[in-house]
């Protein structure tokens, strides 16, 4: 089993930006493809990037291509998402995920943190 735990979240104005960080315990972190889901209210759990175990192959919804970036660190067993130029609509409840597929899909299923809040003001 693999626990995550995620930190970073907060407020931050329009264009700002923030880190997510999210550390993992218990089985070998680097066998885990890590990604990056967020859930805003009323809406459904969404895509928002994936990492593999290995760090070398990377996807991006496209909403933030551009502006986010997924890094790991698998000696500290954590993951990061460093979110640049923050819009409103970024507001969500982050979660991190580890899967043993790298997949965008929410059916993989696998490890989940308990969310972090990301509040974006315009």
């Known amino acids: 089993q693999v626990q995550l735990v995620e930190s970073g979240g907060g407020l931050v104005q329009a264009g700002g930006s923030l880190r997510l960080s999210c550390a993992a315990s218990?089985?070998?972190?680097?066998?885990?493809?890590m990604r990056w889901f967020r859930q805003a209210p009323g809406k459904e759990r969404e895509f928002v990037a994936a990492i593999s175990g290995s760090g070398s192959t990377t996807s991006y919804a496209d909403s933030v291509k551009g502006r986010f970036t997924i890094s790991r660190d698998n000696a500290k067993n954590t993951g990061y998402l460093q979110m640049n130029s923050l819009k409103a609509e970024d507001t969500a409840v982050y979660y991190c995920?580890?899967?043993?597929?790298?997949?965008?899909?929410?059916?993989?299923?696998?490890?989940w943190g308990q969310g972090t809040q990301v509040t974006v003001s315009s």
């Open positions: 995920n580890a899967a043993s597929t790298f997949s965008r899909s929410l059916t993989v299923g696998g490890y």
């Open positions: 218990g089985r070998t972190f680097s066998n885990y493809a």
